[in-house]
């Protein structure tokens, strides 16, 4: 969603040493991506609102000490940007090395294996193991629902499903308990799923689900596919309406 | 099997894994000749020799390190082998095995020995039913390999395809050092 | 409340206290009342009654003195009396007019007390908290007046910013320069936000200002108000400080009451409306966005900026966010001028700056100092240097977002730059004290372990490398650590520091990277220990044996 500026200007910028123009308001993520330059994301999802969460697409700008977000960032006139230098690399790694650590990402025994963007980031990283200790939690799976299945075990809190069921379907059953490692995903007032009156069953959750946390119930290792086109075509239907 | 001084030695290990990364090792088929033909292998469980050789250049090792023996072995391992491959998720992460490292020890114990194999019991009886001696004592989690020793190259997969175990293995014996997730992924 | 009405009830207030022949004052802030000084200071009360003397005493509560180790503290007349208990009361009164009690009393010419500079404390200690009379006595909300009455937003921005003044909050930020941004941005509504939500492990400052003196803070809110044209404050204070929120809470009352805040304050047109809002006891809520989050009433979770709060802020408006001690510094500084206020300090670090003195040190409590002030004279004069023989290992400036800074850099001055050139910061002001019986990396640990619980979890690089950070201090600190861990933290303190979304998990590894900058040596010892133990031994005896006890 772009705001709605009366004064959109044209500004040139440069990417991983590409000149590259673009409008005014638009987000680095999305002037890369737009490029075919790859900058990888967990967190960001089209049509949701920016959640900065991931920390993957953290890019380099010339002339600024700092790492920035590049689904945060607006490009500015005249902007050097790098997004794949080693150092991001590492950091990178490390970020996706630590999401495996945190909870049980068993892929072997996991309903999204082949079909899951940790998995896949972790190919893209290049990572064949995890240097940090892993936390074994105990998590619960959450199977009150009819329908659909929330696994903690698999759940990497990027929100997306907090952001579709508030943003987009408007009923906020789910949002975020607790802190740190300790944070966790839940519904209404930390009720079981099945509970929930809020609800509406609408299945949005599960689809923008990036990993196995969400799925569709009866399905086996491998079957659950994700589909998360809706979400860009609701958003740009209901942006020519309003 | 007698060794030439000039072949590349090879061992494979079996710790806690469910043995289908051996599988896949054995789906290699006819190339097994070929390997046969450019390696000896020194110790594996087709093998089923009982002292770890002094010296070994590659060990494949399958199975996450869950019991004071799966120790025991990756530490004498890695102080006679050259190369450690971590062959296989549990190996390399943990995977199934390590899903038991949710609960305590006692609470698993009791799962396995008493409530699914037994009528309720009195404590003394309880204690009797658990397999606390002769067999290897659990450690508190089962980890990965690199947990407790140097790993030298990591090969996910469950199992890792026929195909990824031979690229690594033809790789490493052509000197290079293979990036298996070229080949292979967590969970494949 | 018109202009005169001011002048007057300071004037008739300073006149009924100047009847009174003597005045007893007893600290009522936190530290004291846990040793129980509420029932001193109703036995001096009652003491006071009994002997008939109600119109020749003035007994009042006060806000903190400073020396809080040696509390509870009582002011009577000139004596200074320490460690007074209820059972002292008979004594401390007949004292008035005979002989101070000897074993009580204080030596106000010591150090502690003769190296301070008090600017923000100025009246703490002085006036009943609880009293609006008693502060205006003391001169409170004259400041806001002149600001009112005789000069422009404009010109209280000007005078901010020649000031020099920087916020006390951590990052100093020049006050004039956010004063300035919010002032210019765009849209009618606009809110000014104070940030009491201290919670770093050994800092108490902004708790004394809010308890001490509460009007200083709500006046210059006002003036910030005022300058940056916002109509709407809000303090959001966290609920763990129970007398300061009680405090706030009386005096925002008792303002409105007077018509010191509410509608056209002075019967000028401005107006100004504060609101208290309590914290859940969240650590990140001090961190702007994620307070502006919560005061919203949503989950306290901090967002990227920009857009920053100057622009869109709380419920999308422009927004100035201060904390408590950036506040309390306003109203002198409109009161005596920029020039005043810029003469104290250093040439980029003007003014003073209350630290909360806590540790292994003589002295614990709160002081104000110049800025610029070596840090060897903080210690070792004004906090009397370590107890007990030891010696002075390091001092851990700026909480679990600063670092240590070791006995070689005694010599180093206190303002935003050096401290931050010796690898910390000057943070909200604690100073913990540390002699030689303590273990570094183990204070990292307990650093570490702080920022880890206090971790909001939005982000990964805080969430989970706080976690991971803890696990490999942990495993060093229990002799379990290679040279891999080691580096693996290093590794890892990079990352968390680059990667963060907010300032907490940014800063998160500043007290192991301080340590390991000056102290690399002790973890190095640990590891290195680590791997003597297992030289020593077979490879399969080396730890982490089962314990076959545990089982049932």
């Known amino acids: 969603m772009r705001p709605a500026t ?197 299945g949005k959750c599960v689809n923008v689900c990036p990993t196995g946390a969400l799925t569709h119930r009866g399905t086996a290792v491998g079957e659950m596919t994700k589909k998360a086109q809706f979400l860009p075509y609701l958003t740009l239907m209901r942006e020519a309406k309003s | 099997m007698t060794s030439s001084t000039t072949r590349p030695t090879v061992a494979t290990v079996w710790l806690d894994g469910c043995s289908g990364c051996h599988m896949s090792l054995m789906d290699l088929d006819e190339r097994l000749i070929t390997l046969a033909g450019l390696v000896d292998i020194l110790h594996s469980p087709v093998v089923d020799p009982k002292e770890f050789p002094q010296s070994v250049d590659l060990t494949l090792v399958e199975g996450a390190v869950s019991s004071e023996e799966d120790l025991h072995k990756a530490r004498t391992i890695r102080a006679h082998s050259k190369y450690v491959i971590a062959m296989g998720d549990c190996a390399v992460t943990g995977n199934v095995p390590a899903m038991r490292n ?87 | ?89 008979s004594a401390i009164v007949q004292g008035l007019s005979t002989q101070p009690v000897a074993e009580l009393l204080c030596n106000t010419q010591q150090p502690f007390f003769t190296r301070q500079k008090l600017v923000v404390r100025e009246n703490s200690g002085h006036v009943d908290p609880e009293s609006l009379v008693d502060c205006i006595a003391h001169g409170a909300y004259q400041a806001l007046l002149k600001a009112l009455t005789t000069m422009t937003p404009h010109q209280v921005i000007q005078e901010i910013s020649d000031s020099g003044l920087r916020g006390r909050g951590g990052a ?137 709060p100057a622009n869109s802020g709380l419920f999308g408006c422009p927004t100035l966010i201060n904390n408590v001690e950036t506040y309390a510094n306003v109203a ?23 630290f909360a003195l806590t540790g292994t040190v003589k002295n614990c409590g709160l002081i104000e100092v110049a800025m610029g002030m070596p840090l060897r004279e903080i210690i070792y004069d004004i906090a009397g240097g370590v107890p007990n023989g030891k010696a002075f290992k390091a001092v851990q400036t700026g909480g679990p977002s600063g670092g240590c800074i070791p006995a070689e850099l005694l010599d180093i001055t206190v303002d935003y730059e050096s401290l931050a050139k010796a690898g910390s910061i000057m943070g909200s002001g604690g100073m913990i004290v540390m002699d030689e019986t303590s273990n570094m990396v183990d204070v990292a640990r307990f650093f570490m372990e702080f920022c880890m619980t206090e971790s909001c979890g939005k982000c990964v690089p805080c969430r989970v490398g706080t976690y991971e950070m803890h696990q490999l201090l942990n495993r060093i600190c229990e002799k379990r650590g290679t040279p891999e861990d080691l580096q693996l933290l290093k590794d890892l303190c990079g990352m968390v520091k680059q990667t963060s979304l907010c300032g907490l998990g940014q800063s998160a590894p500043n007290p192991v990277l301080s340590t390991l900058r000056y102290f690399e040596h002790e973890y ?25 006890e545990v089982l049932p």
């Open chain 3, 332 to 354: 002198p500084i409109i009161n005596k001028g920029a020039a005043w206020f810029a003469q104290i300090g250093t040439e980029k670090s003007k003014g003073t700056k209350i």
């Open chain 3, 524 to 548: 190095l010892d640990l590891v290195n220990q680590t791997q003597a133990a297992h030289a020593d031994q077979s490879p399969a005896a080396t730890g982490e044996h089962i314990e076959l």
């Open chain 1, 6 to 202: 009366s004064t959109v200007e044209s500004l040139t910028l440069q990417i991983d040493g590409k000149d590259i123009s673009c409008r005014s308001g638009e987000t680095i993520l999305q002037v890369a991506r737009d490029n075919n330059i790859d900058i990888p994301t967990l967190c960001f999802l089209e049509g949701l609102t920016v959640w900065g969460g991931c920390r993957l697409c953290m890019v380099e700008i010339a002339g600024s000490p700092k790492l920035h977000a590049a689904c945060a960032t607006t490009c500015a006139e005249g902007m050097v940007v790098s997004t794949a230098s080693p150092r991001l690399k590492e950091y990178r790694k490390m970020i996706v090395e630590m999401l495996f650590a945190e909870r049980n990402h068993v892929c072997a025994v996991c309903v999204s294996n082949g079909h899951c963007e940790l998995q896949n980031m972790a190919v893209k990283l290049e990572i064949d193991h995890v240097r940090f200790p892993y936390r074994f939690p105990h998590l619960e799976v959450d199977n009150s629902h009819d329908a659909m299945r929330l696994d903690q075990n698999r759940c990497i809190l990027c929100v997306r499903c907090v952001r579709v069921c508030g943003e987009i379907e408007g009923a906020h059953t789910k949002d975020v308990k607790g802190r740190g490692v300790l944070a966790a995903i839940i519904h209404d007032l930390d009720q079981p799923w099945g509970e929930s009156e809020t609800c509406t069953a609408c």
């Open chain 3, 172 to 308: 100093g930020f020049p006050t004039g320069l956010k004063w300035a941004t919010v002032s210019k941005a765009g849209g009618s509504d606009k809110y000014v936000i104070c940030n009491g939500d201290e919670g770093d492990p050994g800092a108490f400052m902004d708790r004394s200002v809010m308890e001490g003196d509460p009007h200083r803070v709500l006046e210059g809110m006002a003036i910030a108000a005022y300058a940056v044209g916002a109509e709407n404050g809000v303090i959001y204070v966290r609920a763990e400080y129970p007398l300061a929120v009680k405090r706030l809470t009386k005096a925002i009352n008792l303002a409105r009451r007077h018509e010191l805040i509410g509608h056209n304050i002075f019967g000028t047109k401005f107006s100004f409306n504060v609101e208290l809002r309590l914290g859940a006891g969240a650590f990140v809520c001090g961190e702007e966005t994620a307070l502006i989050a919560s005061v919203e009433g949503k989950r306290g979770v901090p967002r990227p900026r920009p857009p920053y």
């Open chain 2, 102 to 188: 949710y609960w305590d020890r006692s609470e698993l114990f009791d799962r396995a020995y008493v409530e699914n194999a037994q009528e309720p019991a009195s404590p003394e009886e309880r204690k009797a039913l658990l397999p606390l001696v002769v067999v290897p004592p659990l450690r508190p989690h089962a980890t990965p390999l690199h947990e407790v020793i140097k790993v030298d190259v990591f090969l996910p997969g469950c199992p890792p395809p026929a195909d990824a175990i031979w690229f690594v293995l033809t790789e490493l014996l052509a000197g290079r050092v293979p990036n298996a997730m070229s080949v292979s992924r967590f969970g494949k």
């Open chain 3, 1 to 89: 409340m018109k202009p005169e009405e001011l002048i007057s009830m300071m004037e008739k207030a300073r006149a009924d206290s100047s009847a009174f022949e003597h005045e007893i004052r007893v600290c009522t802030e936190s530290g004291c009342m846990s040793l129980q000084s509420d029932t001193l200071l109703k036995a001096l009360g009652d003491e006071v009654k009994t002997r008939g003397m109600t119109d020749k005493i003035c007994v009042k509560g006060v806000g903190c003195m400073g020396l809080c180790c040696n509390g509870p503290l009582v002011q009577a007349d000139t004596a200074m009396y320490q460690f007074a208990k209820p059972e002292h009361a």
